[in-house]
């Protein structure tokens, strides 16, 4: 693989290449956790703990954090996910206008995605990649970079399962859902920003956030969890599948709430793995849940934006926040995880009652300016002990 040829020499103190990127460093680190094979179901009726090893071992260090993640992001892969491959062979991105192309070649195949850029008003700044659109007051000191999610993965009913660009590159019957083969598409996005670099794109490739909203949002979500590259999620009412959690959910299910579960999900769309079929009907034995979503972005920027609709489940995607926050709180970044559950406007219509909270996310994690305040939740009142039986350590 080109990647490990370029990561050798790079420890090598070769000088002739450009220094590894993130993605490639990421890499490296992996080499230094415990390898992690399948993992066996669980019966667990509350949410997971993320601080436990499926070994066993407790997470007691930043460093343990890292690995874990990378176990979670495994375990998440296997259960519902599918399988995120590894970066391709070759990457090619070109600048036409306000269009970049990026040709991407894994083996003998090769596809290429286009995206419509917008630059920041103040040139070489940060951007946020938009998945299928946003209608997020996006200031203009940060620019907008597109994905064409749908045409990358399709969307459209059971029948769309293995339709689009990544399917062309890795084969109909690759595992990957939707949401983890957009995840793939994004980081060649941010490829091709690295390769072109900020003088061409005026676009800051350290400096990028992602959004979407409700099915969009699930993307961004998984999109944001997946790629160590991106400094800020912002999930835009991305409910079951994003924000909520499927065990919160099924209670809520069977409390009467007209919610959308792991059960309804898998037979409405293919956002998610077909391994996943196999385990909605007992979520129970998901040895993870989509507080863990919240912890594979931490203690990265992620602002968490949701309404007031029944099938959004707002207990479910506050309970299961708030869980995803305590994993912010261990590492000692507070500040760096919000949850702002507005209702009272239409579906995927930013309220602008939201409005100082989601600029205070852009302005430090986008913009390196100010401070989000310390554990924001807004939402309806859950009771986090019904949920949550493990305690989070302070990580060292
Ligand atoms: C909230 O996102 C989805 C939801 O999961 C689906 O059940 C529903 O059909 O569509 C929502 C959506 O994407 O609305 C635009």
Known sequence: MVRNILVTAAL???TALALPTAEQLFGRQAAECPATGDVPAVNVAKLPDPFTFASGTKVATKADWKCRQQEISKIMQQYELGDLPPPPDKVEATLSGNTMSVKITVGSNTATINSNIKKPSGGNGP???????????????????SFGNDAFAQQNGGNSRGVGTFYNLFGKSHSAGALTAWAWGVGRLIDGLEQLGA???????????????????????????LNERIALTLPQESGSGGAACWRVSDSQKQKGANI????????????????????????????????????LVAPRGLFVMENDID?????????????????????????????????GHGHCQFPSASRSNLDAYINKYLLGTGTPPS?????????????VDWTPPTLT
């Open 375 to 387: 554990n924001l939740e807004k939402g309806p009142s859950v009771n986090i002990a019904d949920w």
């Open 12 to 14: 090598l103190g070769g």
């Open 127 to 145: 951007a946020i990649i938009t998945i299928g659109g946003s209608s997020l007051p996006i200031p203009g000191t940060v620019g907008t970079v």
């Open 311 to 343: 099938w959004l489940g707002p207990v479910s995607t506050t309970a299961c926040m708030r869980a995803g926050r305590l994993i912010y709180q261990a590492l000692g970044a507070p500040e760096a995880m919000g949850f702002d559950l507005t209702g």
């Open 199 to 225: 003088a061409k794109t005026g676009i800051d490739p350290t400096k990028l956030g992602v959004t979407g909203c409700s099915r969009n949002g699930k993307g961004a979500f998984v999109v944001g969890a």
């Open 260 to 295: 959308q579960t792991a059960s309804q999900i898998v037979g409405e769309n293919v956002w998610f793995s077909p391994r996943f079929n196999q385990y909605t009907s007992r979520t129970t034995s998901i040895p993870e849940d989509h507080h863990m979503l919240a912890g």
